[in-house]
T-cell receptor
């Protein structure tokens, strides 16, 4: 049921921006894109969400393409504590269906 | 701080022995969800409660049941655990079902079946 596709893994140097892509080509007009991350053995943590416009908060920025078929999560200055699995989720109705996620490793 | 609490964090049961996992929330949210997450996989939604209204996912096995006696508590019952039910079980809440609302997750209960 996952409506998102993400690369399975990525590396990023500490202090650099981490750009995590997500494809959601079948997204409907009123479905939101959410990003969560999961640090090992913990529950998923909310990062950001958006519908059409780009969004920014204290944790990250979310860039959504004009056709809404893909998005990119940007962690502007990655730290070692950002090492986690990042899930891009399209909210379908009232439920989240998680994709397979991207395992991000921040390298010192 | 308002939060989602899951007890215990680690649970060991025997093959076929019923087990109950618990979740409580101080957020006063209307919706509570249960997810199953197997090793190296994404969380998979089992079911959710909207207030007292139970909503089961189509592919959730009958072996899994849930109870929500009040707004704050929700339980996951596994009637006859099999080895394949070993997983992390995550509870989540959201204020409502509609709108662009985020889900808040608890830390999870890791279930081991011997």
């Amino acid at each position: 049921d996952a409506k998102t596709t993400q690369p399975p893994s990525m590396d990023c140097a500490e202090g650099r921006a981490a750009n995590l892509p997500c494809n959601h080509s079948t997204i409907s007009g009123n479905e939101y894109v959410y990003w969560y991350r999961q640090i090992h053995s913990q529950g998923p943590q909310y990062i950001i969400h958006g519908l059409k416009n780009n969004e920014t908060n204290e944790m990250a920025s979310l860039i959504i393409t004009e056709d809404r078929k893909s998005s990119t999560l940007i962690l502007p200055h990655a730290t070692l504590r950002d090492t986690a699995v990042y899930y891009c989720i399209v909210r379908t109705g009232n439920q989240f269906y998680f994709g397979t996620g991207t395992s991000l490793t921040v390298i010192p | 701080d308002a939060m989602v609490i899951q007890n215990p964090r680690y649970q060991v049961t025997q093959f076929g022995k019923p087990v109950t996992l618990s979740c409580s929330q101080t957020l006063n949210h209307n919706v509570m969800y249960w997810y199953q997450q197997k090793s190296s996989q994404a969380p998979k939604l089992l079911f959710h409660y909207y207030d007292k209204d139970f909503n089961n996912e189509a592919d959730t096995p009958d072996n899994f049941q849930s109870r929500r006696p009040n707004t704050s508590f929700c339980f996951l019952d596994i009637r006859s655990p099999g080895l394949g039910d070993a997983a992390m079980y995550l509870c989540a809440t959201s204020r409502d079902r509609t709108g662009n609302l985020e889900q808040f997750f608890g830390p999870g209960t890791r279930l081991t079946v011997l």
